[in-house]
């Protein structure tokens, strides 16, 4: 890790916050148990000497009902908030990013009362480690305050009226140096609270696998719908398309036998339909081979398709290519129609003068970016464009990221992993 | 005239091969892979070779290869490339050794046999025969661009007629307009889109294209 003076001169500010951060952790849950226990003596205390043992006991159940079911969704959002305010903080101060843990969708998205969410979410590991940093925390972090403790000594001792000798240089030099370590190990300090944090608020193996298990399981059946439909798709095309001409153009043939040789100009007239007939059969195969696999794509690869689609835009667009081999033929297909639907929506929607389009691939990801110097502000909650691109690239872990500030410009960013294969050099 | 062809689907070839004869060319030779074609062409030195894009051995632009590579062998050799769909990428590959002699078509075009056996005539002659097709992507991809835009609804089809590489005659037969008419639209055309004025129709129609390409 390579430490800039920013980082340096941020990384006391950052500790403050923090800093501040554990402690409203530790003021949250210690209230929710200050609540539970001193309620309930409280009540109990009250009811002392009112009634028999046993109708104490039902009452002190009832107080511990009440005051959980009010207060618990609350306390329990609450820091799930707090929880991943720190889990962004660390990815943003610290550098450790941490991917949320949760199975238990947030309260807002989840079906059913807040009730049996809370109860939901009692029974979730991640909750119970979200409690354990809200403890962690408060003694984690005071570390993080050196980096300002130490100068604040180092000034402190400095103002300190001079008496005689009580300044001996010997531990000046020291006290200086240890400011100064403390000052440049900032960074170091966050970048080790921030890797503390994500021992507890990072998924465990099992919490990652059932995610996996989750986002595979979506994924596989959407990707079941989608084939599924698009075969509908292709069933009526042909239907409506390629196969009516030839039963059309059979039917023309048939009237041109009863006519030949009686009717010379009729039967012409019947020639050509049959002609015509043929021909919008075959743009109607074309255009349908085109959207199932472009020919360009199958003869060629990615790169070449890529650039065959940046000749056909009525944009200029630049391509450019560093890919050594080509990627598996359903990731090439994936990522080919959706570097044309994002091109599409350039020229639809941008109102750009000129687009261009990378292709590269490293550290085992697939990456293809489309760009335009359009007026930018593309919303991905506009449209299914976007989301049908998503749905694409899921299947094979693929991602989008879009960047389109207001004034542009508009960067499409996808990536999908997986390997190269090297390319064949032995077809010619 | 002398053709040699180079289809892999028996139907085709076999229909081609009658097509061409029908019409008084003679079809000296018909291979169905890429390889065989080169070596057709350097025995038989026809004067003109017919070239699917799909061939074996690997099924996929073995074609394109196979005619650059015949050019190569034999320079100047013209070559008429069909397929079944067509890829301005294709078409900017044809063109970029220069030189005239070349040909991309649909392979519908073989239904209307007067017009295609006409193309096979052009390209053999040194001619170019760009398929409607990747005219109109051509043109479509330049809309925006000033200097298109200017020209009148006419032009705009003598323009696209020209990108095929039709001559000025055969032009204003299928406009049904005097030959003059032409050559005074495609004048006007190479003012508006600033090009040299050449009386040589390849050379005229390698301009057009190359400014429709940039």
Known sequence: MRVLPREILRAPARGVGLFGLAVAGLALVGSVVALLVYGDIFLLGNLRGAGNGLARGILAVAAVVIVVSLGLPRALTAMRRLANLTRRLSREWCGVPIPEPYLLPAIEDSEGGSWSWSVRALGQAATWRDVGWMFLAPIASPFLLLPLAAPACLGWFLSLPAAQDSKPPALLAALCAATGAALYGGPWLLRGYGMLARSLLGPTVQAELSRRVRHLTETRSESIDSSAAELRRIERDLHDGAQARLVSLGMTLGALEQVLGRDEDEARALLAEAQGSSVKALAELRDLVRGIHPPVLADRGLVDAVYALALDSPLPVEVSNRLAGRPPAPVESAVYFAVSELLANVTKHAGATRAWVEVDHGQGVLHARVGDDGHGGADPALGTGLSGIERRLAPFDGALALSSPAGGPTVMDLEVPCELLLPKTSSS | ?214
């Open chain 2, 1 to 214: 005239m002398r053709v040699v062809i180079a289809e892999d689907l028996f139907l085709l070839r076999d229909g081609l091969t009658r097509l061409l004869e029908a019409h008084g060319l003679e079809v000296v030779r018909a291979v169905d892979n890429g390889p065989d074609l080169v070596a057709s062409v350097i025995a038989y030195k026809p004067d003109v070779a017919l070239v699917d894009v799909r061939l074996p051995p690997t099924f996929t632009d073995e074609g394109i290869k196979a005619a650059l590579e015949a050019r190569k062998e034999v320079p100047g050799l013209p070559v008429l490339v069909l397929s079944q769909y067509v890829e301005q990428l294709y078409a900017r590959e044809l063109l970029a050794g220069g030189g005239g002699g070349i040909g991309y078509l649909l392979k519908d075009r073989v239904f209307d046999g007067g017009q295609f056996v006409d193309a096979v005539c052009r390209v053999a002659g040194g001619g170019t025969a760009m398929d409607p097709e990747v005219i109109a992507r051509l043109l479509a991809r330049n809309e925006g661009a000033g200097s298109l835009a200017t020209l009148s609804p006419r032009e705009r089809e003598v323009l696209s007629l020209m990108a095929e590489g039709r001559s000025n005659a055969a032009i204003a037969q299928r406009l049904v307009i005097s030959e003059r008419a032409v050559a005074k639209h495609s004048a006007s055309i190479f003012i508006r889109l600033d090009l040299q004025p050449s009386d040589d129709d390849n050379r005229r129609v390698l301009a057009v294209l190359a400014y429709l390409g940039r």
